[in-house]
């Protein structure tokens, strides 16, 4: 059966506002943690490069 | 000491009185603000939604700036990681992103807020101005209000569906003259197309299709029936006939199987007198005839078929002819008004062409109009163009209707009775070259004329049904792109008002006689125009003290065609019966004939 079409009432339409809005939030929250993780992958491959050249350096 | 009441007190007073009469017609006494509660959940909404954005966005600065010291490379190194690596414009672009999204969600949540605040002080407003009765204040009111202990009092916001109160508002909100309340109907526009018979069928005659569509196939489904018996019985028979070779049997079968009415009967008398034996043969007769009675329903229903198609085609035919006749089409293809003025010199108007009493009123004359629709006598205007049409300061913009006779002068045509008026109709192609002024062999040839001669002069078509888009008054812009009513003579008395004698009455005289006119179509929910000298045709707004038109936008043939017109049956009941009781018409005749029309709404 064809669902009733609901009435969106004024405090229940702030409340699906707000509830959308954090889903959003969220999500891009997830991008930012994702980026800073990245990035301290990134400082520690260069890390380990620059470990690696200190190594080669001292045995020369 | 005495004072006069504010139009709050008013309010309060008038919901005291009406607390018994329907809450939609009734002003609630609670303030139009905006209730507490939804004011402070969207603040607190909005607080929350400026907190959390800020937080992710400091939250992830301070990762980042943590990050930093993890590995204890140079600062230099990390910032050129951060940088090339991409890092910093993708934090960047986050962070726009939550502040777009903080920013947007602020913004929705103030709407919600708004549009019940906007419903509420539209509701004021409304009250206010005397509408109670009009339908915006009636769906906001039944949307917003409702009645507690007798009384009318706001809903609250958990009651109330701001989807609904957002069309209400956006509907009434649409511009429009702020002189004017529309009573004209809604159309759709249907493309004219000649339909082959099948689809004519389909669309005009669908339930007679239907109908014989079932019977053919119950008449097959009895030959069907009956061959078969028929074949049995003479399988039958063949068996207990020992001097008929299975051959010849099987061709006759055959024969029968196909046989229809006179061929069929020809095979029952061979059947019954050679072959089968006495008894077989009757049966055989009796079979043969059914199969005669099935074959002549068959070809009668042939012959219906033929006729439905006949029928359809016609239809077909009709429908394409009335379509492109319809004036809402002519003007689409023409770019052309189709306008009817009202005279108002005693000495043409209901002349001996016209079927009404000299006697009748300006006001008599609109409602024969919408109320009766009578075939009228019109002319077509190009927009742009001078033309030349029949006196008269004000008119009605023609925007439904069927065109019958065009002339591309004056026909002089006279009515008979109310439905019918001038001779025969004319083919498209004629109306189409009247209107559209390509009647001189071109529309190239036209344009040559018309920079000769510097307008156009008055063609004549014969509207059938005419339904009315708007109404109009002439006006003229002046250099500076004001409108004047009527003419320029109106700017003219308007400069010497205060400075000659008698100018002032002229020019109130005229604007008053100015909004009168717009004051009756007005009244009668019909949409108000100005038109100037070179036809064109913009909303009328308003009409000033000093002969000024205030106008809206410009107005086109097509708008018109697709727009709204004609008024609904109980409007035109409701104008038509008070026509009737003034006995308007010069014949005992044509009054019936009104009462007809009228009777049939």
Known sequence: ?60 | MKRTMTKEEQFNTDNANEAATSQEKVKPENSAEISESLESTAENKISEVDRTSQEAIVATKHRLERAKTYYELPSEKTEEILTNGGFKEQITSTNDQITSLADSTKEKILNVAQIMRSGKEKIHAMYSAGQKESPEYQALSSVLMKKEGGKNTWKTENEVDVDTIKKILDTAESPKSELQSIATKERTLEKPELLSEKEASKKFLGDERKKLAEDIRRERKLQRDRLSALKTTAENAAISTENIESGQEDNRYGRILESQSTEANELAKRVSSSELSEQDAQDEEENISQLIASGENIKSLKAKLEEHYTKADAMAKERFDTLNRSLEHVMRRNNAFIVHKIVERDELRHNANSNVSGKTTYEDDVDILLALEPSVSASSATPGEKTKLWPGASGFLLGGGQIGEASSHDAGTHGEGIKKRGRENSSIEAIDDVVGRKDKGSRQQHEKDYERFGQNIMNEVVVNNPEVFGFFQNAEVDESGRFWAYDLDTREQSEKVGKEYGYRELLKGNVNNYRQRFSVANERGIPLFIMTEDRKVYECLGVNDDGTVEVGKQITPEEIAIGRAGLSAEKRKQLGERLLEKKIFKSQKTQEEARKIIGSL
């Open chain 1, 1 to 60: 059966m064809p669902e009733k079409p609901t009435k969106k009432h004024s405090v229940e339409e702030l409340d699906k506002l707000y509830q959308e809005y954090q889903k959003n939030l969220l999500d891009l929250r997830k991008q930012q943690d994702q980026i800073v993780a990245n990035f301290i992958e990134a400082l520690k491959q260069e890390s380990i490069k620059e470990l690696r050249r200190k190594f080669e350096t001292n045995n020369d």
